[in-house]
């Protein structure tokens, strides 16, 4: 009797832990954690941990202690595709990701067919929301159309009588980003006198420095990532060049200052207004700092991005992906970035972008 009340009470409590075990609900990150990208990676990560330790700390989700699971596609769309396809394996209900849209975009694909929820911090290439595969699929970034829009019409009048050059490195993000920007431009009158691509990941940009230098290029717009572009405009120096180098979202990173040095001063970039200013971020940025961990970028967006399905989920009563969406759907949200709700296609409804200029090694409003 005694064994059979020891076998008993040991039954019990491995389905109790068993049970423990399940409860766990599984989210996810996804971006690049290594490569060249792998600072945007690391923001999107310490905005994760922090974020599912503040709601873990609050409660969890329906009483359920959330658990991560990070996920590094080296920003390689086929490398995005795989990571998402693990993250089924795993049975993550949501995927706070990717960064790149040239990754979100196909992944997108294998969250909506398993019924996965997926809120892009980072990815603002139009085609996300534009052809999203299904419901579910979401963003807490702004737009390329909408970053072109200001660097466009910027471009056009401020800059109306420089010579001005877009270049783009061939991916999804960055060639988006420079055909909005070419196209606003455009349509305000003011024609570029030389519009070109280039290739990522190379160290040596001088036979492009040189030809920006022969047709006296005044003003360089780059769609594409803090690594080229700081390489272009330490090269554009060295030549002798005072070229303005102007960009997008992908510069927010202390990295770009590290390639150019006092080079970068003067680059101006569009970005949203900056969450860390927020004062429901202060906390956040308090103990992500108190960390050592980075608060700028995309820590934020990221943390919010898990904010607004955790509230969502919440709601629902359920990480169900159905109750999930129509929350998502018609809710609005206290995050980081402030009060957000989403419209039909999943495009977030906080405000646009502004400048901002690379001064003394830090990044501020211009």
Not at 122 to 132: G, H, L, Q, V, W
Not at 160 to 185: E, P, Q, R, S, W
Not at 187 to 199: D, Q, R, V
Request: contains cysteine; proline residues 3%; glycine residues 10%.
């Amino acid at each position: 009797m005694k064994k059979y009340l020891l076998a008993s009470v040991a039954g019990i409590s491995a389905m109790a832990m068993s049970s423990a075990a399940m409860a766990d609900i599984t989210i996810a990150t996804a971006g690049p954690m290594t490569g060249q990208y792998a600072s945007f990676g690391a923001q999107m990560k310490a905005g994760a941990e922090q974020a599912v330790a503040d709601i873990n700390a609050a409660g969890g989700v329906n009483g359920e202690m959330l658990v991560l699971e990070v996920g590094d596609d080296a920003c390689d769309p086929k490398q995005a595709v795989a990571v998402a396809n693990q993250m089924v394996g795993k049975d993550v209900a949501f995927m706070a990701g990717h960064f790149c849209s040239g990754s979100s975009i196909p992944a997108s694909q294998v969250y909506a067919e398993e019924g996965i929820v997926q809120i892009t911090p980072a990815s603002t290439n139009p085609k996300y929301t534009d052809e999203r595969p299904g419901p579910g699929t979401y963003r807490v970034c702004g737009r390329d159309d909408q970053q072109g829009e200001v660097a466009g019409t910027t471009l056009a009048t401020e800059y109306k009588d420089k010579n001005i050059a877009i270049i783009h490195d061939k991916t999804a993000y960055g060639k988006g980003l420079a055909d909005a920007t070419k196209a606003v431009m455009n349509a305000a009158g003011k024609e570029e006198a030389l519009y070109e691509a280039f290739t990522a990941g190379e160290k040596d940009y001088t036979a492009l420095v040189s030809k920006l230098k022969a047709e006296g290029i005044d003003v360089l717009y780059v769609g594409g990532y803090h690594t080229e572009a700081g390489l272009i405009k330490r090269q554009m120096q060295d030549q002798g060049m005072d070229t303005i180098l102007i960009s997008g979202d992908a510069l927010v990173t202390d990295e770009y200052w590290s390639i150019t040095g006092p080079a970068g001063e003067g680059t101006l970039m569009t970005f949203s207004p900056d969450p860390r200013k927020n004062a429901e971020a202060a906390p956040v940025v308090a103990a992500l700092e108190a960390a050592g961990k980075t608060a700028e970028g995309y820590a934020l967006y990221t943390y919010a991005a898990i904010q607004a399905w955790a509230a969502a989920a919440n709601a629902a009563g359920s990480t169900d992906f159905d109750a999930v969406v129509e929350q998502l759907d018609n809710g609005s949200f206290q995050t980081v970035l402030g009060e957000l709700s989403f419209d039909d296609k999943g495009d977030v409804s906080l405000p646009g972008y502004v400048w901002y200029e690379w001064k003394d090694g830090q990044y501020d409003y211009k």
